[in-house]
């Protein structure tokens, strides 16, 4: 049985925001990717993506291994990856591919390397957008390329790759839901200091990252992914071995409407408590009809913020009082209070703000993970 030990949710092309190479694509070239399980096992396959794209993406051949530094790959660990007993694939457009099992050893915890290699031009690239991580591209065909020499442009997004499995037999993993502050924003780059890593050293249990910066609850964004209430079954509810949901959403929606400086949170709708609390429901309401144990967590101060004003206020107050009051979650996280200021419980703890007076840092992060480690 195959248990989902990392996930990156899938996001339209796009360059507004953050620099990356999924408008542009990939064209004889290959693309080396890492990332940290949080499940063992002996066997593992690769879950790609062309959701977005409107043709088919030929994978010319793929490889999996242990990560060594950078680019490089542990020596002797190299794996060829199939689909369908054969090396290469098509990865249809709008569509899924699954590789075969290959055997290789890994334990929860480690990072490992994905290697694909195009033949021909993929297009623009089904991604996510901010891996908070190095990936790394190469002229021409490097998928035995065990030292990484070749690989000689980096990037810190993630590309078609959006799930790895393990032979892990678990059922008991925990998928974290949300936005940038799920995503990492704020977190150290390739520290692995995300919440979500946090919890996973914390608990054992395998934990998957749904979190997309500047994803919003209730409305669809160019830039920022399909709305959560659209994206949570694809993002989520479609991976096997997961038993609870955490949830962290609705800061965007909120906070969006409160600047005319930034021109990727457009259009952006003013919304009031209400309707985010249906938002809330609605993704109650999908997690439950599958079973799974769902955690609501307030939303962090962000006094201070670009995201904040005398709207932002109000509403963020309505809905974490009924996230902590309503009993419609199986369990509550308190972020608003954890991460609080003392002097000012609208912002951020210094101690725990990444500097924006929005993100945490990695202090912040793991308190948020041991939060909601105690409530498991």
């Not at 004889?28 to 088919?56: D, E, I």
């Not at 021409?140 to 393990?166: C, I, K, M, P, Q």
């Not at 951020?348 to 498991?376: C, I, K, Q, S, W």
């Amino acid at each position: 049985m195959f248990t989902t030990a990392w996930t990156a949710s899938p996001q339209l092309p796009s360059e507004g925001f953050t620099p990356n190479r999924s408008r542009e694509g990939f064209w004889r070239q290959s693309l080396r990717q890492v990332v940290r399980l949080t499940a063992g096992g002996g066997r593992v396959r690769v879950r790609l993506s062309n959701a977005y794209g409107t043709s088919p993406v030929r994978i010319a051949g793929a490889t999996v291994g242990r990560t060594a530094t950078g680019a490089a790959v542990a020596a002797g660990s190299l794996t060829p990856l199939t689909f369908g007993g054969e090396r290469g694939a098509e990865l249809p457009a709008r569509g899924d591919l699954v590789s075969d099992p290959a055997a290789l050893a890994v334990a929860a915890g480690d990072p490992v390397t994905v290697t694909l290699f195009f033949d021909a031009a993929t297009g623009p690239a089904t991604f996510h957008a901010q891996a908070f991580t190095t990936a790394y591209r190469g002229a021409g065909d490097l998928l035995a390329d065990e030292h990484g020499t070749g690989f000689v442009e980096t990037t810190e997004s993630w590309y078609f790759l959006t799930a790895v499995e393990t032979d892990a037999g678990r059922t008991d993993g925990i998928a974290l839901f949300g936005d940038s502050l799920t995503d990492g924003f704020g977190s150290t780059p390739n520290a692995g200091r995300r919440w979500s890593d946090a919890l996973a050293d914390r608990t054992g249990r395998p934990v998957l990252n749904a979190g997309i910066g500047g994803n919003l609850l209730l409305h669809d964004s160019a830039w920022y992914g399909e709305k959560a209430l659209h994206r949570l079954h694809r993002d989520v509810l479609a991976h096997p071995g997961v038993d609870t949901l955490a949830v962290l959403i609705g800061v965007n929606d909120i906070g969006f409407g409160e600047t005319d400086e930034q021109p990727t949170y457009k259009p952006a709708p003013v919304v009031e408590a209400d309707e985010l609390i249906a938002g809330h429901q609605g993704l109650i309401r999908q997690a439950g009809e599958r079973g799974l144990r769902v955690i609501g967590a307030t939303l962090v101060p962000f006094g201070g913020s670009d995201h904040w004003g005398e709207h932002a206020a109000k509403v963020s107050h309505e809905v974490n009082e009924w996230i902590r009051t309503a009993g419609a979650y199986d369990a509550v996280v308190d972020f608003a209070r954890l991460l609080a200021d003392p002097a000012d419980t609208d912002r951020l703890r210094p101690a725990y703000d990444f500097g924006d007076h929005l993100h945490p840092n990695d202090a912040g992060y793991a308190v948020m993970a041991e939060a909601v480690a105690a409530v498991l």
